[in-house]
């Protein structure tokens, strides 16, 4: 089985990835009501229940709306950063000390024979981060909810097997389209939602001989279509030399439904 994964769901609608091994499993962010968490786990045949823990990235409620209600449910160990806890404080209801663990910026968690390393994004919460996920030599790296990537950022997750990148918006649409323009300028800020276009840029230089597969996640419902963002990653990235098909294939992500199980 290895590294195995699905996106069980992308979008301003609520986040949810789910990641196992044969000897664990987790949840990065429960962003979908319990009711929705659970149908999404029917789906691909998983049982909650199961899941080793539940990895938080960020306090904004597209992340975290089911963390509080299956966290307690399932009885399962919640990590996040120390600033994200306080963000979190009364936004998830009560959480028993027992549950609570510290998962700070960069540093990495080892689950037998997992390692789970975390990483600092741009992005306007309190101390946003996302999480790279290594076993028997493969790498999964999801990143979402971030304004840009940076050389830092790059350096950490280059190579990887499989990555789940953000692919926000069209810019174009995004301009045009109908949302009051302080809005508009929060999701083109450093600290805001990467493009299609610059998501590209950032993929053309972190893709590696080991890269098979890039799914296109957190897509804009308003500002970005699934088959522009194929279309625009796609062309950015064979403008930079990289052939899509043969070095790597681009996949959909879904608000409602889940990825098919993947081993990386
Ligand atoms: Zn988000
Ligand atoms: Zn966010």
Not at 185 to 194: E, F
């Amino acid at each position: 089985m290895g590294l195995t994964f699905s996106v069980l769901a992308s979008g301003s609608t609520g986040n949810a990835v789910f990641v196992e091994t044969e000897e664990h499993s987790f949840l990065v962010d429960a962003g979908l009501s319990g009711k929705q968490m659970e149908a999404l786990f029917a789906k691909i045949d998983r049982d909650m229940g199961k899941l080793s823990g539940l990895l938080v990235t960020h306090e904004h409620s597209d992340h975290i709306k089911g963390v509080g209600i299956v966290a307690r449910k399932y009885n399962l160990p919640i990590y996040a950063n120390e600033k994200t806890w306080a963000a979190m404080d009364g936004l998830i209801g009560k959480i028993p000390l027992e549950q609570r663990f510290t998962f700070e910026t960069e540093t990495v968690k080892s689950f037998g024979a997992l390692d789970i390393e975390s990483f600092g994004v741009s992005h306007d919460a309190a101390e946003p981060m996302f999480y790279i996920f290594h076993h028997g030599g493969k790498k999964l790296v999801l990143i979402t909810d971030t304004g840009y990537v940076s050389d830092r950022m790059k350096g950490i997750i280059s190579n990887a097997d499989a990555f789940v990148f953000e692919s926000n918006h069209d810019v174009q649409m995004l301009r045009m389209g109908r949302y009051p323009w302080n809005i508009k300028r929060r999701i083109l800020s450093d600290v805001g939602h990467v493009s299609n276009e610059d998501a590209a840029i950032a993929m053309s230089e972190v893709i590696g001989d080991q890269t098979k597969r890039i799914y296109l996640a957190h897509l804009s419902q308003d500002n970005n279509m699934k088959d522009l963002a194929k279309m625009s990653v796609t062309q950015t990235l064979q403008s930079r030399g990289v052939i899509v098909g043969e070095q790597v294939e681009l996949y959909d992500t879904d608000p409602k439904n889940p990825t098919a199980l993947t081993a990386v």
